[in-house]
C-alpha cells in the first residue's frame, strides 16, 4: 500500500468507524458466536502472496463484527464504560502515524514533555495537592500507564523497594530476603483483583481489611490488622485504598486512613480507576478529601473521560520513590541532553514497566481542549442522572431492591428474594442479548450492576432497559411460582 492508497482507504476506514459508532445501536449488544466461533472461518496459516484490501475489507463485517461486544452500544450497561470519542480517536491515529517509542526524552521529546503537561493539567482539573504536580520544579508528577493495575503494581514495588531500604539502614544484619518475608500490604476486601495479583507478582503477602456496612474501610479496621500483623513481627508497609469499588462504587474513608498509614511508614495508594473522572466536577471533588495523605493516586481517563483505551493517569508525591526502585542507565539510552533534562522534565521510562511508551498523551491534549472542562463536566454529570433515574425507577417497583448508594454512575439492585432467582433473571437478560449486564456479590447477596456507559446513552435507552428488565422479571416470578405450587 502506498501513499495515495492509503489516503483512499484512511477515508473509507474512517467512514466505516463513523458508520459503525452512529448505527451501533442497531447491533445485538452481545454477539451470538460459541467459544472457537473463529478459527473455521479463517485459514490455517497467513497467505503466502498479498492480498487486496478489498478482501480484507470484507471480512470485518463476516469475521469480526459477528463476535464483537458492542462496549459503545447505548444498550451495554456492563462492567464499567470504556471511554471513546471522536477527538481521541483521531489524536490514536495521529499517535500510530507518528510512530515513535518515548521511552527517553531524546527518543521523541514532544512525547515526553506533553505527557508531563498534560498529567498537570489532569492533576489540576482535579484540584490534585500542588506536591503531585511536575510544575516547572516539583518533586512529584504524573505519567499515563496502561492501567491502574500496572498502576497499582508500580506503587506496590516502589514501596517495596523503598521499605527494604528504610529497614535496612535501621538493622544492617537483616538480609533483603529476611525483609522481604516480613513484608505485608493491605486492601479492602471489596478492592479489585489487580491489588492481589501486585502483591502476587511483587512476592510479599497481602491481607484483606474488613469494610464496613457500606463497603467501605474505616481507620479502626485496618488499625487493627496492622496492630496484630506489628505484633507478629511482620512489617506493614503498603495500603490500597479505594475510591469507586469494581463491585459497588464505595469509598474507602481516607481521611481516617491516611494519617495512620503516614504515621507507620505505609505507602498509601489510591485506586480510583472509574471514580476518578468524576472528581473533575466540584461537586463530587470532596470524595477525593484525604489523598494529601497519599503517596500515589490514579484513575483512568480511559474510562469516563472520553480518551480511548489505554490511557491510565497515575500521580506520585516524589518520583524519586518511583525512580528508586526502577532506574537502570545504560549507555545506549543516555543522551547529551542528559543533566538538564532529569532536572526539569521526568524521566518517564523510569515510571513504568515497559522501557517503551507509545504517544498517548495527543489523545488526552486532544479531548481536554476539543471538549473543555465543561464539556466532561457535562458528560460525568449525564451519566450521573441517567443512574438516579434508573435507582428511581428500580425503588418504585416493590419487587426489587437497591444493594448499595447510588453515588455516581453505578446501581446495584437485584430481585427481593434468593440468589438463585436473581441469577435466572441475569441470565433471562443476557441470554435475550437486547441489554448487557455483569453481576456482583455483595457480602452473601448475588446482586445485578447496572452501569451506565456508552457516551451516547439517553433517557430512552434507561427506559427501554428498564422496561425490558421489569417484563422479564415478571415473566421469571410467575413460572416460579407455577413450579413451586407444583413442588
Not at 83 to 95: E, G, N, T, V, Y
Not at 311 to 336: I, N
Request: a negative charge.
Amino acid at each position: 500500500m502506498d501513499a495515495a492508497e492509503f489516503r483512499k482507504r484512511g477515508k473509507e476506514m474512517v467512514d466505516y468507524v463513523a458508520d459503525y459508532l452512529e448505527k451501533i445501536d442497531k447491533r445485538q449488544v452481545f454477539p451470538d458466536v460459541e467459544p472457537g466461533y473463529l478459527r473455521p472461518l479463517i485459514p490455517d496459516c497467513a497467505p503466502q502472496d498479498p492480498e487486496s484490501f478489498e478482501d480484507v475489507f470484507k471480512d470485518i463485517e463476516k469475521i469480526i463484527m459477528p463476535g464483537v461486544t458492542h462496549w459503545h452500544s447505548p444498550y451495554f450497561f456492563a462492567y464499567f464504560p470504556a471511554a471513546s470519542s471522536f477527538p481521541a480517536l483521531l489524536a490514536d491515529m495521529l499517535c500510530g502515524g507518528i510512530g515513535c517509542v518515548g521511552f527517553s526524552w531524546a527518543a521523541s521529546p514532544a512525547c515526553t514533555e506533553l505527557e508531563t503537561v498534560m498529567l498537570d493539567w489532569l492533576g489540576k482539573m482535579i484540584n490534585l495537592p500542588e506536591e503531585f504536580l511536575a510544575g516547572k520544579d516539583g518533586h512529584g508528577g504524573g505519567v499515563i500507564q496502561g492501567s491502574a493495575s500496572e498502576a497499582t503494581l508500580i506503587s506496590l514495588l516502589a514501596a517495596r523497594t523503598k521499605t527494604i531500604k528504610r529497614v535496612q539502614l535501621e538493622n544492617p544484619e537483616l538480609t533483603e530476603a529476611d525483609i522481604m518475608g516480613r513484608l505485608v500490604a493491605y486492601a479492602s476486601d471489596q478492592a479489585h483483583s489487580s491489588v492481589e495479583r501486585a502483591a502476587l507478582i511483587g512476592g510479599v503477602k497481602i491481607k484483606n481489611v474488613p469494610s464496613d456496612d457500606t463497603f467501605s474501610v474505616c481507620g479502626s479496621a485496618l488499625k487493627k490488622v496492622l496492630d496484630e500483623d506489628t505484633a507478629s513481627g511482620f512489617i506493614p508497609f503498603f495500603f490500597c485504598a479505594t475510591l469507586g469499588t469494581t463491585s459497588c462504587c464505595s469509598f474507602d474513608k481516607l481521611l481516617e486512613l491516611g494519617p495512620i498509614c503516614n504515621k507507620e511508614n505505609i505507602w498509601m495508594h489510591i485506586d480510583a480507576a472509574y471514580a476518578g473522572s468524576a472528581f473533575i466536577c466540584p461537586e463530587f471533588r470532596h470524595l477525593l478529601n484525604g489523598v494529601e495523605f497519599a503517596d500515589s493516586f490514579n484513575f483512568n481517563p480511559h474510562k469516563w473521560l472520553l480518551v480511548n483505551f489505554d490511557c491510565s493517569a497515575m500521580w506520585v508525591k516524589k518520583r524519586s520513590d518511583l525512580t528508586g526502585a526502577f532506574k537502570l542507565e545504560p549507555l545506549y539510552l543516555q543522551h547529551h541532553h542528559q543533566e538538564s533534562v532529569s532536572s526539569l522534565i521526568p524521566g518517564l521510562q523510569h515510571w513504568q514497566i515497559p522501557l517503551g511508551r507509545r504517544f498517548r498523551s495527543l489523545k488526552l491534549w486532544f479531548v481536554l481542549r476539543m471538549y473543555g472542562v465543561t464539556g466532561l463536566q457535562e458528560h460525568i454529570r449525564k451519566h450521573v442522572r441517567l443512574s438516579h433515574q434508573f435507582e428511581h425507577f428500580v425503588l418504585q417497583d416493590e419487587r426489587f431492591e437497591i444493594c448499595a448508594e447510588v453515588v455516581l454512575g453505578l446501581v446495584c439492585f437485584r430481585l427481593k428474594g434468593t440468589n438463585e432467582l436473581n441469577k435466572a433473571l441475569l441470565q433471562s437478560i443476557n441470554e435475550a442479548k437486547k441489554i448487557h449486564l455483569v453481576p456482583c456479590h455483595l457480602r452473601e447477596k448475588f446482586v445485578l450492576r447496572f452501569a451506565i456507559c456508552s457516551r451516547t446513552v439517553e433517557s430512552t435507552h434507561i427506559k427501554f432497559a428498564w422496561q425490558h428488565i421489569s417484563q422479564l422479571a415478571t415473566d421469571l416470578l410467575k413460572t416460579w411460582e407455577q413450579n413451586h405450587h407444583q413442588q
